[in-house]
């Protein structure tokens, strides 16, 4: 059998360490300044992508990224990245925000208080000849409001840290609540408290339509007189041309600046400003930094190709290996159960719904939500798979709906999944007991006990006697194995559901012969 071969293309400069880890498990080419038609071009071939912010992979490359599972972005920002097209293809898409973490925190920090004692333009002055103490008196941070935008990892070292300075720390961030920010000493606030209020704001969100220009002129006017700004995030979340007028003007009392909207930074007023220290984008430029994130990612590229659940994946749901382990069999389950409905189904599907009861209701249930998507997806024709199974089902105009209930039906746990459209609807209904064994318990109205692997034919009939039997020799003539049989009904008398197991698919002509067998209205030949 041929060796399949895993290849990465590194298209930006990543440390040894990352390289030498990738190349444990795959074949790795490390080819830098790519022009982006050199990357559409040459992206076809391989398996994975490491980049830092260098690459822009756009959907033109993601477009011609035949077999393309993972994209890897060794830092924090996937601004580089389209995210929604990567999502659309299947293309997991990973970052490392971890790495660079304490490189960044520090970064900030020094460009605080260079910014508040002029130690850049001192520096330039002296080594000038001059000798002006006066030009460069600064300001403590001592007693000092600093606001923080943005309490995620970074900004959450940043306030530590600044808190033993003395500063009085105001935050905004809409998914902290107080009980965090309080174990942090840290008080929220709205962005017109911090506006009012800072003498120094640093900014720590993604760049995102939303935080674009966040902070503009008329956010400037807001601020107290002589405030000083710090972006050290992404560049664009700060206005340049407003910060620039502003500093000019000197209503802001100075800038520091490590990342702009365009880079290298030609003909940007913030260059033009005394009053604005610059860094070219050094904010996790640290010997360690590097080395953290280039290992970072390229233990989640190998993860994907490993078929493992990467920690950092940004378009699918992070699973741990303890949520695997206790959700795990219900993600298989509930797969099992879309193609069972899709099968038994109708075409025309406008509506998927979820039910859990009992106690995996109480769980993390989007994984298991999400395998159901993908099985029923994968049933009626689609290429699906974690990433792009929600937006593809968006995609063929039927809707997900997802709940809970406290009711049972007599089981420690349930899951119910129901697809419905114009011609009608199937319901399935799934359990998992014992050693973390799935069963499907009831098809509609009727229960039954389905093992969720391998052939079966479901058929309805009659419930009368006389039927199961002749079903039976139509097999057998056929030289088909019965592995098991389930029958249930709803009430003596009225209709009956039979699900013969069998070790094999069987054939039309088969399935013919059973729903001429009298008493049999429907016979359908089901593969999990």
Known sequence: MEEIVIKVLVSDPLSEEGVRKLETEMEV??????????????????????????????????????????????????????????????IIVVNTPGGNTISA????????????????????????????????????????????????RIGAEIASRMKSFGMRIL???????????????????????????????????PLTKETRNLIDEEQMKMMKPGVRLINCARGGIINEEALAKAVAEGRVGGAAVDVFTKEPPIDNPLL?????????????????????????VAEQILAVARGEMPPNAL??????????????????????????????????????????????????????????????????????????????????????????????????????LTLSGPKGSVSVYGTVYGKNEGRIVQINEYRVYVPTEGCMIIATHEDRPNIIGPCCVVLGEDDINIGGMHVGRKASGGEQIMVLNVD???????????????????AKMITL
Not at 275 to 280: A, D, E, F, Q, R
Not at 513 to 520: F, H, N, W
Request: overall charge negative; hydrophobic content about 40%.
């Open 29 to 90: 080419d490390v080819i830098t300044n790519l022009s982006p038609q050199d990357l559409i071009d040459r992206i076809r071939d391989y398996d994975a992508l490491a980049i830092r912010s260098g690459t822009k992979v756009t959907a033109e490359v993601i477009d011609a990224a035949d077999k393309l599972k993972v994209i890897g972005r060794a830092g924090v920002g996937v601004d580089n990245i389209d995210v929604e097209a990567a999502t659309r293809k299947g």
């Open 105 to 152: 925190a520090e970064h900030t920090i020094a460009m605080m208080l260079s910014l508040a004692r002029n130690i850049p333009q001192a520096n330039n002055s002296l080594k000038a000849g001059e000798w002006n103490r006066k030009r460069y008196t600064g300001v403590e941070v001592y007693n000092k409001t600093l606001g923080i935008v943005g309490l995620g």
């Open 171 to 205: 935050a905004y961030d809409p998914f902290v609540t107080e009980e965090k920010a309080a174990s942090l000493g840290i008080r929220l606030a709205s962005l017109q408290e911090i506006y009012r209020e800072s003498d120094f704001i640093t900014v720590h969100t």
């Open 272 to 296: 033009e400003e005394a009053g604005v220290i610059v860094t070219p984008h050094l904010g996790a430029s640290t010997a360690e930094a590097q080395v953290n994130v280039a290992v970072a």
């Open 315 to 416: 378009n699918m749901p992070a699973i741990s290996a303890e949520t695997m382990a206790m959700m795990g069999p219900y993600m298989d389950l509930v797969e099992k159960m879309a193609r069972l409905a899709a099968q038994l189904g109708e075409d025309g599907y406008e509506k998927l719904e979820i039910v859990y009861g009992g106690t995996v209701a109480e769980k993390e249930t989007k994984p298991v939500t999400i395998s159901a998507v993908k099985g029923f997806l994968e049933t009626i024709g689609h290429s699906a798979n974690f990433v792009n199974s929600l937006a593809k089902l968006r995609d063929c105009g039927i809707a997900l709906t997802e709940s809970r209930t406290e009711s049972t039906n007599g089981y420690s746990n349930i899951v119910t």
């Open 504 to 522: 094999h698919a069987v054939s039309d002509d088969t399935l013919k012969r059973l729903a001429g067998v009298p008493g049999v209205s429907r």
